[in-house]
Every structure is written in structure tokens, then in C-alpha cells.
């Protein structure tokens, strides 16, 4: 069974404006992870957020954690061409280390 | 280059002839796993290692087996492909078995099975 389930499961926004997706999650962690995948490749970490931060930056990336709703949001600001790609958010789940959502499928376009 | 590979990238096979897919990485990881991803099911465990010579099964090991004997490899072994083996799969992994760490993965491996 799915730890992480993503919303929106696609999402479609024009170059330049900011794109949000969620993931909700059933059980207490101690952190989340996002991780990207380009069509038919391998997933790339894009950032860890422990469960003691509400939100944590890296470049056009913004992540806040809700551990009381069991929740994290993934933003992207000014969004490029290149950031289409499908999102995960993956949780801990003991010895099988990390289980993933079921993404979302971001299309940016030009 | 730190990595993880996967051979080979894509393959078309028949039902019942077994096959190995492989993967090996560079960074002295404890942790390997098996994902298989398929449209509308996101990411499902396979198996995973937390060492050499430690195993055990993800959410779907039905029809796959693996083994780690060494630190670097983590093979896949079908030994009678069926078609709804049919998938991409990705091998990934971590410096330790924690959730707390990041995973690396593979580039895919693209399975047919006719």
C-alpha cells in the first residue's frame, strides 16, 4: 500500500508561474523526501525535509512539512520547460528505507 | 562518477526464458532494491539488501529472485519471465539502510515480455 499519495496527479501550467503539488502520508516519519523523474528514467533526490523543519529551500524549490496533518507541498517557482517531470514524495518505512507515492505529472509549457 | 548502472537498458524476451538484469554501484552502499514502475502504480518494491548476503522481499517479489554477494551488485533474476513481468525496473541505493538517507538510482531497464 501507498505511504505517500501525491495531488494533483497532473498538473499543467504555462512557463513562468509557480507550480504546487501536495502529498499526504498515513503514519508519523522523521523525514519526507521529493525525488523527480524525466520521462522513462531514473528518479533524482530533490530534497529531504526532517520532521522537526516546517519548510526547507533549495534554489526555485520551496518544501513546508505539516506533521500534524500528515502533509508536505512541493513548490516550484518560476517554472521552466525543463522542470516538466513527474514528482514523488517518498517517507521512511523501516527496514525497506523509503516507499514512494504515486507522483505527479507536471507539463510546463513554453 | 558516482553511479548506479544498470545492464541492460532495454530488453524483449518470450515467456519462460530466464534472464538477469544487473546492476551495480560505486559509492560502497549498504543498501540495494529492486523497483519495478508501472503506469498508474507508481513505484513498488521488488527486494531489498541492507548488505552483502541480506535479503528479503519488498511489496510485489512474486516471480523475481536476487542476490547479494557482493557490495557492489545487486543482481535481478526472472527465471520464467510471464508477460505481466512486463515493466520498467530501477535499481537504487542508499549509504545505509535508514529512510534518513537519500537513494540513487539507475537509469532503467526496459522489459518486454512477449
Known amino acids: 500500500s501507498q505511504q505517500g499519495e501525491e495531488d494533483p496527479q497532473a498538473l499543467s501550467i504555462q512557463e513562468g508561474e509557480n507550480a504546487t503539488m501536495n502529498c499526504s502520508y498515513k503514519t508519523s516519519i522523521n523525514n519526507l523526501q521529493w525525488y523527480r523523474q524525466n520521462s522513462g528514467r531514473g528518479l533524482v533526490h530533490l530534497i529531504l525535509?526532517?520532521?522537526?523543519?516546517r519548510e526547507k529551500h533549495s534554489g526555485r524549490l520551496r518544501v513546508t512539512l505539516d506533521t500534524s496533518k500528515k502533509s508536505s507541498s512541493l513548490l516550484i517557482t518560476a517554472s521552466r520547460a525543463a522542470d516538466t517531470a513527474s514528482y514523488f514524495c517518498a517517507t521512511p518505512t523501516g527496514r525497506r528505507a523509503l516507499t514512494f507515492g504515486s507522483g505527479t505529472r507536471l507539463q510546463v509549457q513554453p | 562518477e558516482a553511479q548506479v548502472t544498470q545492464n541492460p537498458r532495454y530488453l524483449i524476451t518470450v515467456t519462460g526464458k530466464k534472464l538477469t538484469v544487473t546492476c551495480s554501484q560505486n559509492m560502497n552502499h549498504e543498501y540495494m532494491s529492486w523497483y519495478r514502475q508501472d503506469p498508474g502504480l507508481g513505484l513498488r518494491q521488488i527486494y531489498y539488501s541492507m548488505n552483502v548476503e541480506v535479503t528479503d522481499k519488498g511489496d510485489v517479489p512474486e516471480g523475481y529472485k536476487v542476490s547479494r554477494k557482493e557490495k557492489r551488485n545487486f543482481p535481478l533474476i526472472l527465471e520464467s519471465p510471464s508477460p505481466n513481468q512486463t515493466s520498467l525496473y530501477f535499481c537504487a541505493s542508499s549509504p545505509r539502510t535508514s529512510g534518513d538517507y537519500e537513494q540513487y538510482f539507475g537509469p532503467g531497464t526496459r522489459l518486454t515480455v512477449t
Open positions: 525535509i526532517r520532521s522537526n523543519e
